[in-house]
């Protein structure tokens, strides 16, 4: 093994490194010009660990970012739900374009610290940053295991420069609020969706995939069989969300008004679009959600707040928190209370009066 300085005709001069692979082929590589001795003492090092690895490529055969996050995605194509998978896809296309044309192995922390920087600086929110970088980070698993790089930079950035992020403040809808809400809510059929959603803690999905056999109307009931996400419907996700959730007899009375105006569809849907069909969440949120939220002078919030407005009156009531769980179709009570702890501030402080009064009969 051995670093060369080669002298061109032009007068100008290149180190070339010189050494074997891990097969036992001979390999030469001339580095680009302005490269120093030092430099190159450095990248023979690097290709020495490399063949030492059994890792070593030749350039000539390295594969660019954009081949190997194309067989990465179709590798996990049958292995994640569709939903799941069109957002890994769409990571790949919306986010890390900038990759494509890159070798994978030139890809390194360097240039992966600078494209976090361009993103924040482009007004990236810093929740689907982080999302991005772990589908990155999985792209590079999937490089090593199959011996396309040496190292995987993003060990490096996640121990250093990962960003950070605190969670997001909960936003829960007082009752005032929500009266506001559904009073500016002029479709009847939206009307009983924003009802359902606050009353029932059920998930977007969850709701827009519901149908009318889900309607249990003598237990006073509807029962989660399904979800409805990127135009198909899924079984649930786990046991815990396939669950029957309780509903008072004035919102039960609100969905039979609704069941005799609702129109006819084949899939028996409680929520159809025009044409029969399940209600795009993308359509519902911005041509309903969030007008009837400017109507009733409200802020914008995302959909999912009024599940956690249910969570919230729930504590409120003091309902168990095993019934709050099974009820939101979580898998485990922790989850629960991971979720909305805080929540019980309040409502301890309440208990605790509760129990002198009856102790000393106030």
């Given at each position: 093994?051995?670093?060369?300085?080669?002298?061109?005709?032009?007068?100008s001069?290149?180190?070339?490194?010189?050494?074997?692979?891990?097969?036992g082929?001979?390999?030469?590589?001339?580095?680009?010009?302005?490269?120093?001795?030092?430099?190159?003492?450095?990248?023979?090092?690097?290709?020495?660990?490399?063949?030492?690895?059994?890792?070593?490529?030749?350039?000539?055969?390295?594969?660019?970012?954009?081949?190997?996050?194309a067989?990465?995605?179709?590798?996990?194509?049958?292995?994640?739900?569709?939903?799941?998978?069109?957002?890994?896809?769409?990571?790949?296309?919306?986010?890390?374009?900038?990759?494509?044309?890159?070798?994978?192995?030139?890809?390194?922390?360097?240039?992966?610290?600078?494209?976090?920087?361009?993103?924040?600086?482009?007004?990236?929110?810093?929740?689907?940053?982080r999302?991005?970088?772990?589908?990155?980070?999985?792209?590079?698993?999937y490089?090593?295991?199959?011996?396309?790089?040496?190292?995987?930079?993003?060990?490096?950035?996640?121990?250093?420069?990962?960003?950070?992020?605190?969670?997001?403040?909960?936003?829960?809808?007082?009752?005032?609020?929500?009266?506001?809400?559904?009073?500016?809510?002029?479709?009847?059929?939206?009307?009983?969706?924003?009802?359902?959603?606050?009353?029932?803690?059920?998930?977007?999905?969850?709701?827009?995939?519901?149908?009318?056999?889900?309607?249990l109307?003598?237990?006073?009931?509807?029962?989660?069989?399904r979800?409805?996400?990127?135009?198909?419907?899924?079984?649930?996700?786990?046991?815990?969300?396939?669950?029957?959730?309780?509903?008072?007899?004035?919102?039960m009375l609100?969905?039979k008004?609704?069941?005799?105006?609702?129109?006819?569809?084949?899939?028996?849907?409680?929520?159809?679009?025009?044409?029969?069909?399940?209600?795009?969440?993308?359509?519902?949120?911005?041509?309903?959600?969030?007008?009837?939220?400017?109507?009733?002078?409200?802020?914008?919030?995302?959909?999912?707040?009024?599940?956690?407005?249910?969570?919230?009156?729930?504590?409120?009531?003091?309902?168990?928190?095993?019934?709050?769980?099974?009820?939101?179709?979580h898998?485990?009570?922790?989850i629960?209370?991971?979720?909305?702890?805080?929540?019980?501030?309040?409502?301890?402080?309440?208990?605790?009066q509760?129990?002198?009064?009856?102790?000393?009969?106030k």
């Amino acid at each position: 093994m051995a670093i060369r300085k080669r002298t061109y005709k032009d007068g100008s001069t290149r180190y070339m490194v010189d050494f074997y692979d891990q097969k036992g082929v001979r390999q030469r590589e001339t580095l680009p010009g302005g490269t120093t001795y030092k430099d190159a003492k450095e990248k023979l090092r690097g290709y020495e660990i490399a063949a030492d690895k059994g890792v070593y490529v030749p350039d000539a055969e390295r594969l660019f970012f954009g081949m190997v996050a194309a067989d990465w995605v179709l590798y996990k194509k049958d292995k994640v739900r569709f939903s799941t998978w069109s957002v890994l896809d769409g990571h790949i296309r919306n986010h890390l374009q900038d990759f494509e044309g890159i070798k994978i192995d030139k890809v390194s922390v360097a240039r992966i610290e600078k494209w976090i920087s361009a993103k924040r600086e482009d007004g990236m929110n810093v929740v689907t940053l982080r999302k991005v970088l772990v589908t990155l980070g999985q792209i590079f698993k999937y490089a090593f295991r199959h011996k396309y790089v040496a190292v995987n930079p993003m060990l490096a950035l996640e121990a250093v420069t990962a960003p950070s992020t605190t969670k997001p403040e909960m936003v829960v809808l007082k009752p005032e609020q929500i009266r506001s809400l559904l009073d500016a809510t002029t479709s009847q059929k939206y009307k009983m969706l924003f009802r359902l959603a606050v009353f029932s803690g059920c998930r977007q999905g969850e709701l827009l995939g519901l149908k009318w056999p889900d309607v249990l109307w003598e237990s006073n009931q509807i029962a989660v069989n399904r979800t409805f996400n990127n135009g198909r419907f899924y079984d649930p996700k786990t046991a815990g969300s396939r669950r029957r959730v309780d509903l008072g007899p004035d919102t039960m009375l609100e969905l039979k008004r609704w069941q005799i105006a609702c129109p006819p569809n084949e899939m028996e849907l409680v929520f159809p679009n025009d044409a029969g069909n399940p209600i795009n969440h993308n359509n519902m949120v911005n041509r309903a959600f969030i007008p009837a939220l400017k109507a009733a002078g409200l802020p914008v919030i995302r959909f999912h707040a009024l599940r956690h407005t249910y969570a919230s009156l729930k504590i409120r009531q003091g309902a168990n928190i095993k019934y709050i769980q099974e009820q939101m179709g979580h898998s485990k009570p922790t989850i629960t209370l991971n979720v909305y702890a805080h929540l019980f501030d309040a409502s301890n402080a309440e208990s605790a009066q509760g129990l002198e009064k009856i102790i000393f009969e106030k």
